[in-house]
């Protein structure tokens, strides 16, 4: 088991020192917290994550969640995880004063949650999605639901989830057919069967409040015929007691990876008898569950940035400790005499940690920057500040939750490499992180999805608004950058790369303007890949800028780690960006390859 799976140091120095969470504090809602205070509960949960989640992280992929009777069955540490965590505040702290909650700025609970993901990613989302659905019914239901749901969710003692998928409607939503039938005694009747229900059941949380999509009967067909309701798992009565309430669990899914994160299969109202309540108006379910997506997707981004990180150092603390091979002398030749090297001094393993890093703290800062546009938004004094950072924030969002899960991939396969033979066993746990980090991928829209997103809908909002407010960002970052000696040639290449994109971009657009979105749309994901090395190639310059900036004001860390991040940041505008030339010969080429056609011969 390796001895580090973060970075507290390079957390601290994103949160503070390059997106300066302090400036946050100074606003209405922030301003009972200070570093002092935010620093003593992120090391809490450091101490925590040490204590109860790393060391059960490889025993819970060997011991995975499982069904059996009706009931699930989960690792002990859930049940830690939930009564602890409650008790700790990880389920409230984001969460009003009124809800029980400490008011904490998401940038301070994505560095916490980070830190949670990376020690033990089986554990956090039990927290996190109750966390999610009781934030739900805090918006958008009335006081009963509130009363009766969120304390006891808030302190760990009740579960939550979020229902949506069905079997024969997956990405589909405007398929579900969940019906929901109303009653004379304030509540809904209902029918239906989710799947793929994160954390759906367990066997020591004594009630679990699903958040469940349902179609009241008469409703409109489709997307906007689709309500919300609390349906519990047992629910309360009268007197306090809790009965079952019809939601059996049908079946676990075992899966390749987050094996202790058990998935769940779920039936409602098979004995005619599940009582749900309606969370707001009719028919405008999905419009209340997308309006918490933006946190979600930033939370998918960051759960795999975070268990890339911890990818990251176990291959790091190999490479430092396994001898093999020679340096090569300087007339190529091998020396038998020489003692072995460490494979850390082979430049072809350098090169895949230098991505490792490259990816794990590059996501890790763009991850900060969309949870500090949100808190912006949440607490915004101005009508054209709110609709800046709205704007900004959806415009990164697609790849804030796409990057971190497609280059986290790529990352831990370079891990595994670097372990060579060792990287395919199981004694190792880098084949693990390659199993658990494949499902974010698909969590929450899947890349292809997020990519439709990207270019169908962001790109062309408001007339291209967002990604016009999104430029002059990053240009104010090339700009600065020009001035400082040594940044202007990487300064150069990300403004190059910025008219590259127009040129993409004015090259696909006709094809939308004449209403052909097909083909408009057709290498949406091609698109993704291309933009989100611009943007992480913005963060690098940006990070690049403050540690180069740090050394000449002697900032508060060491030499060796300001010039690592300089040194990474030359990695990534070596490596990385170049692949944009090769993405956009791709988009700007006229033909329609993956469109089907009548005369198209057989895949």
């Known amino acids: 088991m390796a001895e580090k799976y973060v970075d507290v140091d390079t957390l601290k120095y994103m949160l503070y020192d390059v997106h300066n969470l302090e400036e946050l504090l100074s606003r209405e809602r922030f301003q009972d917290h200070d570093k002092e205070s935010l620093d003593m509960f992120l090391d809490s949960v450091k101490e925590f994550a040490d204590r109860e989640l790393f060391p059960y992280c490889k025993e819970m992929d060997e011991n995975p969640a499982y069904h059996k009777d009706g009931k699930v069955f989960v690792h002990d540490q859930v049940k830690t995880m939930m009564y602890k965590g409650g008790e700790m505040g990880l389920i409230s702290a984001p969460f009003d004063y009124d809800s029980g909650g400490l008011q904490i700025p998401l940038m301070t609970q994505t560095a916490v949650y980070y830190t949670l993901d990376a020690a033990n990613n089986h554990l956090p989302g039990y927290a996190a999605l109750t966390s999610g659905s009781a934030e739900l019914i805090v918006h958008f239901g009335n006081k009963e639901l509130n009363e009766t749901y969120v304390p006891k969710m808030l302190s760990g003692q009740w579960g939550g989830t979020m229902c949506l998928t069905e079997p024969q409607a997956g990405s589909s939503l405007s398929d579900i057919t969940t019906k929901a039938t109303p009653t004379d005694d304030g509540f809904y009747k209902i029918l239906g069967q989710k799947i793929f229900i994160s954390g759906g059941d367990n066997n020591f949380t004594e009630n679990i409040a699903h958040l469940v999509l349902a179609r009241i009967e008469g409703a409109p067909k489709g997307t906007k015929g689709i309500s919300l309701f609390v349906v519990p798992k047992n629910r309360p009565t009268e007197n306090g007691n809790l009965e079952f309430n019809d939601v059996t669990t049908v079946a676990d899914f075992q899966k390749m990876g987050q094996r202790g994160y058990c998935t769940t299969h779920l039936g409602f109202g098979d004995a005619d008898n599940c009582r749900g309540w309606l969370v707001g108006e009719a028919n405008k379910g999905l419009h209340y569950m997308f309006l918490m997506m933006n946190g979600a997707r930033i939370a998918v981004g960051r759960g795999a940035s975070a268990i890339a990180s911890a990818a990251y150092y176990a291959s790091l603390q190999y490479a430092n400790e396994r001898p093999q091979g020679r340096k090569l002398s300087s007339d190529g030749k091998k020396n038998p005499d020489e003692n072995q090297t460490l494979i850390i001094n082979h430049p072809d393993v350098r090169r895949m940690l230098l991505q490792q890093k490259s990816v794990v703290e590059g996501s890790m800062s763009l991850t900060f920057l969309s949870a500090k546009y949100y808190d912006i938004i949440e607490t915004a004094t101005s009508p054209e500040e709110k609709e800046k950072y709205n704007l900004l924030l959806e415009m990164i969002i697609p790849i804030v939750k796409t990057y971190p899960s497609e280059a986290g991939r790529e990352a831990i396969d370079n891990g595994l490499q670097v372990l060579g033979g060792y990287g395919f066993c199981t004694d190792f746990i880098l084949q693990q992180y390659y199993r658990d980090i494949r499902i974010f991928a698909l969590y929450e829209g899947t890349t292809g999805i997020q990519s439709q997103d990207l270019l169908g809908r962001k790109v062309t909002m408001q007339n291209g608004k967002a990604l016009q407010l999104l ?32 040129k993409v971009l004015g090259h696909l657009m006709p094809h939308a303007m004449k209403g052909d979105y097909e083909r408009y749309l057709a290498d949406a994901s091609v698109f993704m890949e291309f933009l989100s090395l611009v943007i992480i190639g913005w963060t690098w310059l940006n990070l690049g800028l403050n540690a180069t900036n740090a050394l000449t004001t002697e900032g508060k860390y060491s030499k060796e780690f300001y010039e690592s991040k300089i040194h990474t940041m030359k990695y990534f505008f070596t490596y990385e960006i170049p692949k944009t030339s090769g993405l956009a010969e791709i988009l700007l080429n006229t033909e329609s390859i993956t469109i089907k056609k009548d005369t198209e011969p057989i895949i």
Not at 483 to 493: D, F, I, M, N, P
């Open 471 to 502: 430029s002059a960002e990053i240009m104010k970052t090339i700009q600065e950058a020009s001035k400082v000696e040594g940044l202007q040639s990487y300064a150069k290449t990300l403004g190059a790369k910025l008219q590259l994109t127009q």
